[in-house]
């Protein structure tokens, strides 16, 4: 069992090289072993090219040895035809008889499809080595699909003294964001927006910092970009609606002349009823748009609706070396903490929902 955790890990390793990039297929690795030696690895790189064990058996420069081997995967084979064919077909072709699986899928399509697809052709199938990590791994994945809703991360930063902001006057309402954390990172967080689907920010925030919300200090996909605006009092030339990223505002209703600007693909309009549980109707709308995960990035009011409701999976809060003395306070997790990390000066904190 051992041997097996140990090429488990190492399929681990290799799928983590696919975060952000193979939405919406979950990441997985996958390596070949023949004679206690891996001959052959992949993993899953983007949507629509080929998948894990696909790169790991064509990597395989003698073919012959499939027959002796064993392939190790961190999720399931996929059994259906999707843009690629099914991965169980290209195992059993290829002659491989052992296999051995991390966690298996729970997209309907595929969910225990593939295992018996494999048992069926022969194949000795060994389950569940390390499956703890390996939905872990896939922690976006599953919960989408099991839950029906996006992994939810909040993300906020904070003084020493526990405020998200000092408090604005008249003379300097206008004025440049105050940076509570430092440039290491600001960078950090721009490259968790190029890990997940989607970003949100509330009306306050829009109006007071007018946002971006891309990833302008690192590389990568910029996050679809979601604004909670129940009256649509953003300004029309603000960032958020300048359409060159794909962005929906959550709103109350959508008027005649709202409506008209719904043209670009980049830019809807979806209004909710505001009566109800907001975070489980947001929720809803991002199921809709078959987002998978997203950053709550604030405010106040908007953070804490997602902790009252108990609508979050983890939380990543900054400290930064800032002393406010008064102001808007920053919210309190409720969840479990998990870690401390340093950042050259700011401190990270993480916690989850459990």
């Known amino acids: 069992m051992k041997i097996h955790e140990k090429y488990i890990k190492r399929c681990i390793q290799l799928a983590e090289n696919g975060l952000g990039t193979t939405y919406p297929n979950p990441m997985v690795g996958s390596v070949i072993v023949h004679d206690n030696k891996i001959i052959g690895e992949g993993w899953h790189r983007k949507a629509g090219e080929p998948h894990a064990e696909v790169n790991a058996i064509n990597s395989v420069e003698d073919k012959s040895l499939l027959k002796k081997a064993t392939i190790y995967v961190s999720l399931e084979p996929c059994s259906h035809y999707g843009k690629t064919p099914p991965c169980s077909d290209l195992i059993i072709a290829s002659g491989i008889k052992k296999v051995v699986i991390g966690s298996i899928d729970p997209f309907p399509s595929v969910s225990g499809k593939g295992i018996k697809k494999l048992m069926d052709a022969g194949c000795e199938v060994i389950l569940g080595i390390l499956d703890t990590a390996c939905n872990s791994l896939n922690k976006r994945f599953f919960t989408f699909h099991k839950n029906h809703r996006p992994y939810i991360i909040l993300k906020w930063a904070q003084s020493t003294d ?84 794909k962005t929906i505002v959550i709103c109350d209703k959508v008027s005649k002349q709202e409506k008209s600007k719904t043209s670009s693909e980049n830019l809807i309009f979806e209004p909710i009823d505001f009566n109800k549980e907001i975070t489980a109707e947001i929720c809803s709308i991002l199921y809709k748009y078959a987002i998978q995960s997203i950053i709550i990035e604030g405010g106040a009011k908007t953070i804490q609706s997602f902790i009252d409701s108990g609508l979050w999976d983890e939380a990543r809060v900054f400290t930064g070396d800032v002393h406010f003395k008064k102001g808007t306070k920053a919210p309190l997790p409720s969840g479990t903490f998990k870690e401390k990390n340093t950042q050259t000066g700011d401190i990270l904190r993480i916690y989850t929902n459990d």
């Open 162 to 245: 526990g405020f998200l902001a000092p408090i604005y006057s008249e003379e300097n309402h206008n004025r440049e964001p105050v940076w509570i954390t430092n440039k290491y990172s600001q960078q950090l967080v721009h490259k968790w927006r190029g890990e997940e689907a989607a970003i949100l920010v509330g009306t306050n925030t829009a109006v007071m910092d007018n946002p971006n919300l891309n990833t302008r200090l690192w590389k990568g996909s910029n996050p679809v970009r979601i604004l909670i605006d129940k009256s649509l009092r953003l300004p029309r030339d603000s960032a958020l609606l300048d359409e060159s990223i």
